[in-house]
Structures are given as structure tokens and as C-alpha cells.
């Protein structure tokens, strides 16, 4: 079965990077996504990375993929108490996304 | 382009009732996914409707129904209530997503509180 796990907490100050980590079971996954939800509000797309990629680039984010390990993680750069937020990786199936739990975000000034 | 808006925001129900939830998905897309959130957990993958039919359901109940409409909204229906159905629920658009080449788009949720 598929399963997507994810640590629950991250603090960091303002300024500094942040680094979320992911793991997947599903090795026939073609796209992952990282998505930000904050309080009481739906999920917010940040971006993904196809499966044949090691790296990609947007802004102050960066996904690293590790296909051998089934390793996802999500670097933000120069983190801001805007980004506190709970993010969830997810692996795509054939109709479905799997998520994580979640990783909670707390940016302190 | 509009996104992805549902309706209601906020419900209150009681065990034993039933509800119906509806999703208007983002201009240009055909497909629309729901999911459930419970409180403190991601989110569960219902069921997604591609053209007016249902092309995949997850480990959910048959008093959760579904129904996608000519203009690809879509509508999500909970049977006899329960407890543990309290909830956020999640609609999700896309284009084409069964060739694997587009991206899901969430709305904000409609919070189900059941009593």
C-alpha cells in the first residue's frame, strides 16, 4: 500500500531555511507535490516535481528528490513568519493523491 | 480564470442526517477529486469523478455518493451521518488528470460538524 510520512514539527527563526522532509512507498509515483495549509483554510499548490527530476527550483522553494531512497524534501529559503503554515507532501497515484500528515511550520521573529 | 469554490462554508448536522456538499471546479478543468481532512491528519482521498463518472474511489463507504454535473461541478452527498464524519472536506479540479499531466487545485473546504 502506499504511504507518505512526514516529521510533525519544525521551528526555525525568521531568516533562516527551512528543510521538510517526506517519504514515500509508491516507486511508480510520477508527480509529488508539496501543498501549504494554513489555519482553517483550504490546500495552497506550492509545487511539485516529476519523477525523472533530482531538483527543481522555484523562488525561495527547492525540491530535492531522492528516487533510490523514495526521499522528498522542500527548502525555503529565507523563511518568513508569512510561511508558518502546515505543508503536506504528496505522492500521485492513478486518481488520487496520497498525503502525508503533515509538517507543522512555526517562523519565530 | 475562477478557482475552485465550495459551498457551504461552515455545516452543522446531527448522527442519522444527511448532507450534500457541492464544488465548483476551476475554469478549463474536468475532473474533480474530494477528500476528507480530520482534524490534525491530511487529507483522505473520497472518490474523483472524469467526465461525469466515477473513475476511482477510496476506502469509503457507499453512504458516500458522488455526482459530477454537465459543467464539471460536482456534488458530494453523506448518508446517515456519523460522529466520526466531522470534518473538513476538500474538492479538488483538474484537467485531463487521468494522462497523468495535470496538477489537483483545492478549494477552501466546507467544515462538517455532525452532533
Known amino acids: 500500500g502506499e504511504d507518505v510520512e512526514q516529521s510533525l514539527f519544525l521551528s526555525v527563526r525568521e531568516g533562516d531555511s527551512s528543510v521538510i522532509n517526506c517519504t514515500y512507498t509508491?516507486?511508480?509515483?510520477?508527480?509529488l507535490y508539496w501543498y501549504k495549509q494554513e489555519p482553517g483554510a483550504g490546500l495552497q499548490l506550492l509545487t511539485y516535481?516529476?519523477?525523472?527530476?533530482d531538483m527543481k527550483q522555484d523562488q525561495r522553494l527547492t525540491v530535492l528528490l531522492n528516487k533510490k531512497d523514495k526521499h522528498l524534501s522542500l527548502r525555503i529559503a529565507d523563511t518568513q513568519t508569512g510561511d508558518s503554515a502546515i505543508y503536506f507532501c504528496?505522492?500521485?497515484?492513478?486518481?488520487?493523491?496520497?498525503f502525508g500528515k503533515g509538517t507543522m511550520l512555526l517562523v519565530s521573529p | 480564470e475562477t478557482g475552485v469554490t465550495q459551498s457551504p462554508t461552515h455545516l452543522i448536522k446531527t448522527r442519522g442526517q444527511q448532507v450534500t456538499l457541492r464544488c465548483s471546479s476551476q475554469?478549463?478543468?474536468?475532473?474533480v477529486s474530494w477528500y476528507q481532512q480530520a482534524l490534525g491528519q491530511g487529507p483522505q482521498f473520497i472518490f474523483q469523478?472524469?467526465?461525469?463518472?466515477?473513475?476511482g474511489r477510496g476506502n469509503f463507504p457507499p453512504r458516500f455518493s458522488g455526482l459530477q454535473f454537465p459543467n464539471y461541478s460536482s456534488e458530494l452527498n453523506v448518508n446517515a451521518l456519523e460522529l466520526d464524519d466531522s470534518a473538513l472536506y476538500l474538492c479538488a479540479s483538474s484537467f485531463n488528470y487521468v494522462t497523468n499531466t495535470d496538477t489537483q487545485y483545492f478549494g477552501p473546504g466546507t467544515r462538517l460538524t455532525v452532533l
Open positions: 516535481i516529476f519523477s525523472n527530476m
Open positions: 475554469s478549463g478543468h474536468n475532473t
Open positions: 509508491d516507486s511508480s509515483s510520477t508527480y
Open positions: 504528496a505522492e500521485k497515484g492513478y486518481s488520487t493523491l496520497t
Open positions: 469523478y472524469y467526465r461525469e463518472e466515477e473513475n
